[in-house]
């Protein structure tokens, strides 16, 4: 069991800029942070939810949308159960509420499809206004 909990949205101005924190609780004694491959998505009202990013166990390999790669980076902190996305040079586009999501893997590559995900978290809007 794990549990997500996302910080960090509001409402920004384009061109600003956001960190997003997502910080897990393992409820678990034999798995921790580390086993567990990490995502990002968002979705806005009337469309589907959509991959944003996502990072490897140990945060050595990382995979982005092409509409955000280079706007935004994911990393994270296994010793803090925590994972981040910094988005930077936001656009209007880019509104929408943000989940991270965690999948219990015994590999260290990433995960891409949102169906792989075991763990979802509540949601934290982001809003930037033109």
């Known amino acids: 069991q794990v549990q997500l909990v996302e910080s960090g949205g509001g409402l920004v101005q384009a061109g600003g800029s956001l960190r997003l924190s997502c910080a897990a609780s393992?409820?678990?004694?034999?798995?921790?942070?580390?086993?567990?491959?990490m995502g990002w998505f968002r979705q806005s009202p009337g469309k589907e939810r959509e991959f944003v990013g996502c990072?490897?166990?140990?945060?050595?390999?990382?995979y982005y949308a092409d509409s955000v790669k280079g706007r935004f980076t994911i990393s994270r902190d296994n010793a803090k159960n925590t994972v981040w996305l910094q988005m930077n040079s936001l656009k209007p586009e880019d509104t929408a509420v943000y989940y991270c999501?965690?999948?219990?893997?015994?590999?260290?590559?990433?995960?891409?499809?949102?169906?792989?995900?075991?763990?979802w978290g509540q949601g934290t809007q982001v809003t930037v206004s033109s």
């Open positions: 999501a965690a999948d219990d893997v015994f590999h260290n590559g990433i995960v891409v499809r949102a169906a792989q995900y075991d763990y």
């Open positions: 990072i490897s166990r140990s945060g050595g390999s990382t």
């Open positions: 393992v409820r678990t004694f034999i798995r921790t942070f580390s086993n567990y491959a």
